[in-house]
């Protein structure tokens, strides 16, 4: 019945809609015959003028004429008048109805013209059709032809009968298929979609139904809300099972709740060039696209858990036509929990700032890879207008929110620090440099390291990965500027501003396993991989890299040359698959670096590769984390072997994804991941034989050392997570005093920095 309920509406729409459609019919449809009928009395009335008008006088043959020439079909009778209205000749089937002559024979004589009109004459509908009859150019006599016009009101009512049977039948039928459509495209989806969130409600799980088009967007926001409750539930159990044992893991919920607690009525916003969604034109569409960054992976969840705003470089070609009036627009798409505020930047200020300055200049700078950084002057300037653009951008982001926290990421924003505490100084602000911070040696080639130096000073917290990068940036401050170094608590003190040094090993996300859960299988097995890149291999090593000098990209297929030379017993049988994304390709070094890759991989490959086998795949591309997992899911070793590098995120993406605890990692010394892999097989990024034997040795080791090391660094990755990270460093700088500088007493200074 409540189904029915649904028609009702639409039925009496459509039997009025029928309804007025019908009435029009009929109406047009008696016009018509209406019509026919006029031009055939005129017709007929045009044809009898002449022969009529010379029989007035002679009445005897004006009669049998009459007569004769009113039984025709549909046709009543003929009456003839003289012209004082006198009847001269007439029909005998009208003659009783026509006693009197019709209003329409005196207008007809007046107007001088054929008139005709629709009478009733006794009890029936006629039309009658008058005709005057000249002679001399005088009105002699009048013609009136009649007829029948009953007939239209019949066919009338017959049109109407069947039009309304037609309405009745149409309304049945719609009414039937309006039925059999709603419950199968409307109830039956929303009793599927209902029952699934009734299994959800009492904790269980319904497999996901392909519905059709009109309940795709729910479809999607139930999957979303689905996903959520899991992870909720999944996030609940974890955290209770971590407080059983007295475990002190740190999960999203667990950060989310301590970030609210910190922050408190106050806000966080984010700096960072990448921006976590991109929009780009697909076709016709716009398609949101998430950039492969473990910057992304790392700050997501902060401004998840704070509803806070990212600011960064809008850079997909559909960015503008997706924002607000104030360029900025919820994100992620699906949930919209935190504000995404973009700055929009000119080809020249991008080409200056970012790949530049910050890529050809600081870049190589600070990871000393013997590539000689690239410093101009209109580098510089562009620089620092782009970091005056950041600045302006966040204070009118946080304009009305009093006691601000910003985090400004990375070596692109080396000036934002000062200029946001220059007009807000009471804001918290941090600044965390990803890549590592040389000695002061190397660091004096910058021309302007002053500058860099007191725009990083105007933080109150400044973060690296590692304590070596925080001693380094203490010697520089120490040499190039004028300030106070407190060594005791690693902070500087500079224009009575108080700025802490502090390390903070950036991590992974770690998929915290439940109690009850068993390790993952492996996604795919190493002959399906191998078989995918038309490989025959026994064993398979991996390597992940964007396509950067800093990588030690060169050194590790060398290493692999060395290791099959010395090794023969595994040549036709280990295969190195190098993943490597290519970047700033434009950038002359790197386009050297890219065509350098390419021809080696193509001389070691010739050397030894015979048939189906060869020692190197090189897979140059973008690859998601998804594409990726499996084969480091799937690796015997994974090579990591960085000249230098602040912390290496694929060192931790490896150990984090081996939960079946096999695989060895080779792990370069001048990494900050070193500092805390203890169990990796260290080597010496330049020292190729090394590296052969660390291959070796991998490849050789027992299964028992192999779980027993993996075990204590997957300790150590699950411990210190990217929440542990994101945790430590909020906290840090929200217990940090603002102001005190030299009028602080030493007790002060020491909570300050605590």
């Given amino acids: 019945?409540?189904?029915?309920?649904?028609?009702?509406?639409?039925?009496?729409?459509?039997?009025?809609?029928?309804?007025?459609?019908?009435?029009?019919?009929?109406?047009?449809?008696?016009?018509?015959?209406?019509?026919?009928?006029?031009?055939?009395?005129?017709?007929?009335?045009?044809?009898?003028?002449?022969?009529?008008?010379?029989?007035?006088?002679?009445?005897?043959?004006?009669?049998?004429?009459?007569?004769?020439?009113?039984?025709?079909?549909?046709?009543?009778?003929?009456?003839?008048?003289?012209?004082?209205?006198?009847?001269?000749?007439?029909?005998?089937?009208?003659?009783?109805?026509?006693?009197?002559?019709?209003?329409?024979?005196?207008?007809?004589?007046?107007?001088?013209?054929?008139?005709?009109?629709?009478?009733?004459?006794?009890?029936?509908?006629?039309?009658?059709y008058a005709v005057p009859l000249e002679r001399d150019q005088e009105v002699a006599g009048e013609l009136v032809i009649v007829q029948d016009a009953a007939y239209i009101e019949r066919q009338g009512t017959r049109l109407w009968t069947y039009l309304l049977f037609g309405i009745a039948v149409q309304v049945v039928v719609i009414l039937l298929i309006s039925f059999l459509v709603v419950r199968r495209s409307i109830l039956a989806p929303l009793t599927r979609i209902a029952q699934r969130m009734r299994a959800l409600r009492m904790g269980t799980a319904l497999p996901a139904t392909a519905e059709t088009e009109l309940f795709q967007p729910i479809t999607r926001e139930v999957a979303t809300f689905a996903a959520s409750l899991a992870a909720a539930r999944a996030s609940a159990e974890k955290e209770a099972q971590l407080r059983a044992t007295a475990d002190s893991c740190w999960t999203a919920e667990r950060l989310s709740v301590a970030l609210r607690n910190k922050l408190a009525d106050s806000r966080l916003f984010v700096v960072a060039n990448r921006e976590p969604y991109m929009h780009v034109r697909r076709g016709k569409g716009i398609e949101t696209i998430v950039p492969a960054s473990g910057l992304v992976t790392a700050l997501e969840p902060i401004l998840c858990a704070c509803d806070g705003t990212w600011v960064a470089h809008g850079s997909g070609d559909a960015d503008r036509e997706t924002v607000d009036q104030r360029n900025c627009v919820r994100v992620p798409p699906e949930q919209q929990r935190y504000t995404l505020r973009r700055v929009w930047l000119s080809k020249e200020e991008e080409e200056g700032y970012y790949f530049g300055f910050s890529n050809e200049g600081l870049w190589p700078l600070c990871h000393v890879a013997h590539t000689r950084p690239v410093f101009r002057e209109d580098d510089w300037e562009w620089y620092r207008q782009v970091n005056v653009k950041f600045a302006d951008a966040v204070l009118d982001e946080m304009a009305s929110t009093a006691q601000p926290v910003v985090i400004v990421q990375d070596y692109h924003f080396a000036l934002l620090p000062r200029l946001i505490k220059q007009q807000r100084p009471d804001a918290r602000v941090a600044i965390f440099w990803h890549i590592p911070w040389p000695n002061p040696e190397a660091f004096r080639i910058c021309p302007w390291q002053r500058e860099l130096l007191d725009g990083l000073l105007g933080a109150d917290l400044v973060g690296f990965h590692i304590q070596a990068h925080c001693n380094n940036f203490l010697q520089t401050v120490d040499a190039a500027l004028e300030s106070r170094i407190d060594r005791e608590h690693f902070a500087v003190n500079r224009h009575d501003h108080l700025t802490a040094v502090r390390p903070f090993p950036i991590s992974v996300v770690w998929d915290e396993q439940g109690p009850s859960e068993k390790p993952k299988p492996v996604h795919k097995q190493q002959s399906v991989l191998l078989n995918e890149l038309g490989v025959e291999a026994l064993f398979l090593g991996v390597g992940v890299d964007r396509v950067d000098y800093t990588k030690g990209i060169l050194e590790r297929f060398f290493a692999i040359e060395r290791f099959l030379k010395k090794y023969p017993a595994y040549q036709g049988k280990l295969t190195f698959v190098q993943i490597g994304a290519p970047s700033r390709t434009h950038i002359k070094r790197y386009h050297e670096l890219l065509a350098e890759v390419e021809s080696e991989v193509d001389r070691i490959n010739w050397r030894f590769q015979s048939g189906k086998w060869k020692p190197i795949v090189l897979l140059m591309r973008h690859h998601s984390h998804e594409q990726i997992e499996p084969f480091y899911r799937a690796a015997d070793f994974c090579l990591v072997t960085s000249l230098h590098d602040g912390m290496n995120l694929v060192a931790k993406e490896f150990v984090a994804a081996r939960d079946d605890e096999q695989g060895v990692l080779v792990l370069s010394a001048f990494t900050g991941a070193a500092r805390e892999l203890h169990d990796a097989l260290i080597v010496h990024p330049y020292d190729i034989e090394q590296m052969a034997d660390a291959i070796f040795r991998a490849l050789e080791m027992e299964p028992g050392e192999k779980k027993a090391r993996m075990q204590r660094m997957r300790r150590a990755v699950r411990e210190n997570n990217v929440y542990r990270w994101a945790a430590t460093l909020i906290g840090e700088l929200c217990e940090t005093r603002i102001g005190g500088g030299e009028s602080a007493g030493d007790e002060e200074r020491a909570v300050a920095v605590r």
Avoid: W
Avoid at 24 to 41: F, G, K, M, P
Avoid at 104 to 114: D, E, H, S, T
């Fill in 1 to 128: 019945m409540r189904v029915f309920k649904l028609f009702v509406p639409v039925l009496l729409a459509v039997i009025a809609v029928s309804l007025l459609f019908s009435g029009y019919q009929v109406r047009r449809d008696r016009r018509i015959q209406e019509r026919e009928l006029s031009q055939r009395a005129k017709l007929l009335g045009d044809s009898l003028d002449e022969n009529l008008t010379s029989l007035l006088d002679s009445h005897r043959e004006l009669q049998r004429l009459v007569e004769r020439l009113g039984t025709g079909e549909g046709l009543e009778g003929i009456v003839v008048y003289d012209n004082q209205g006198r009847i001269l000749a007439v029909s005998s089937a009208v003659a009783r109805r026509l006693p009197s002559p019709p209003a329409v024979v005196l207008r007809a004589m007046q107007k001088g013209g054929a008139t005709g009109e629709f009478a009733t004459l006794g009890d029936r509908q006629m039309y009658v």
